[in-house]
């Protein structure tokens, strides 16, 4: 089971990014997934979650407006696009995935399989 994340980088605070996780090793197509971040000194929190049929969850309040995830089935790979980047959105960000759920959470606890992190900076 592997989960790849990438797309990180540095950006000035209004920038884009989108950050891609590509997936291998286990159903993917059947799985809910999820993106979390975590910033210096913080706690892993959620940031946005897409249920097996494609429908997402809503997004943690402080992104919502801003960031869209998003699912290729066919590529096995899983997106989060970030607009009006902000300083606060620096952070380590991750994807996630469980094959057992067909709708995603925002509880870290409930993904089995985590990619290993790609490093987002915004700069004011």
């Known amino acids: 089971v592997q989960l790849q994340a990438s797309g990180g980088g540095l950006v000035q605070a209004g920038g884009s990014l989108k950050l891609s996780c590509t997936a291998s090793?286990?159903?993917?197509?059947?799985?809910?997934l999820g993106w979390f971040r975590q910033a210096p000194g913080k706690e892993r929190e959620f940031v946005a979650a897409i249920h097996r049929n494609g429908v997402t969850r809503p997004y943690a309040d402080s992104v919502k407006g801003r960031f869209t995830i998003s699912r290729d089935n066919a590529k096995n790979m899983v997106y989060l696009q970030m607009n009006s980047l902000k300083y606060d959105d620096t952070g380590v960000y991750y994807c996630?995935?469980?094959?057992?759920?067909?709708?995603?959470?925002?509880?870290?606890?409930?993904?089995?399989?985590w990619g290993q992190g790609t490093q987002v900076t915004v700069s004011s």
């Open positions: 996630a995935a469980d094959p057992q759920k067909i709708v995603s959470s925002l509880t870290s606890d409930d993904y089995a399989y």
């Open positions: 090793g286990f159903n993917f197509r059947n799985s809910a």
